[in-house]
């Protein structure tokens, strides 16, 4: 199954295409400026039984070399399958469109992306035909970005940079700067980074930690995850607000009648719960009608 982080680690570039020109940079390989680029179908699928889908499959149209295609895997582990699905990916990409093609390759930790970056040779080891040798963005070569100032110049590579640093002993301080960073970022650019960023970090602790700042921090935003909170808040209020009338009307409330109101998020079914409380004899009539 896809993870978040997974779906994080290429979908930034399908929201921020750009992004690729301060990655390729920070890599330390040049690649023109892109003046516009259009996200293309990942499909690689030919007409027989096999299917092989790319994660995110940009065309990259620059001003004075010609457009190229800059295909981005999201990759979470080692798997010895990948890079002869690479190879195919590029074979196949350059045989339909006739274009440059680059494999950039975004990992997480750092077994994982010296594993993706080293060459592969492919074919007879007496004389490999091909070497696979993809562009590769990991937490051993994206910077640590704890500077606001920085932070600043490009929000959407910082929060990639922050993405492929989620395990980092310092990632408090990184999540600070970018939720710093974003307030004083326009809403339309903001808003994914702030979705992106929740799923990059998937399950890990620093998830949570990226949700109170978001609450705090980026309270006027109206994302899904900033409604997500909010909406958390109130129905939290709401469920003390039902606890607190029952109590002052004397009605005994058992550990799980509380457990249930405490845990419902469901707001329209908090409010009907609360009218239930105003008149009802015992904690189990507020739900009478679930």
Known sequence: MVSA????????????????????????????????????????????????RVDTLLRIETENDGPFLLAVEAQGRKDPDKPTSWAYYLAHLLEKYRLPTTLL??????????????????????????????????????????????????????????ITHADDPDIGAILK????????????????????????????????QWRNLVAVDLSFYTSPLSEEIRDEGRAA???????????????????????KIAGCDDLHLLDRWFSRAVTTTTAEDVFTEE
């Open 237 to 259: 209020g709401r469920a003390e607000d039902i606890l607190r009338l029952l109590e002052l009307r004397g009605v005994t409330v058992p550990v799980e009648a509380r457990e």
């Open 105 to 162: 390759v975004v990992c997480q930790d750092h077994s994982t992306a010296r594993w993706a970056a080293r060459p592969v040779p492919l074919g007879a080891p007496q004389w490999p035909a091909l070497t696979l040798r993809p562009l590769v963005a990991g937490p051993h070569n994206m910077p640590v970005i704890t500077d606001v100032a920085e932070a600043r110049k490009d929000p959407a590579f910082t929060t990639l940079a922050l």
């Open 5 to 52: 982080p997974h779906e994080a680690m290429h979908r930034v570039f399908q929201e921020y295409p750009s992004l690729f020109t301060s990655v390729s940079s920070a890599l330390g390989v040049t690649f023109p400026p892109g003046t516009s680029a259009t996200v293309m179908t990942t499909d690689l699928t030919e007409n027989r039984p096999l299917e092989r």
């Open 177 to 208: 700067t970018l939720s710093t960073t974003l307030r004083d970022t326009p809403e339309s650019i903001a808003n994914p980074l702030i979705e992106l960023t929740a799923q990059g970090l998937g399950n890990r602790p620093a998830a949570q």
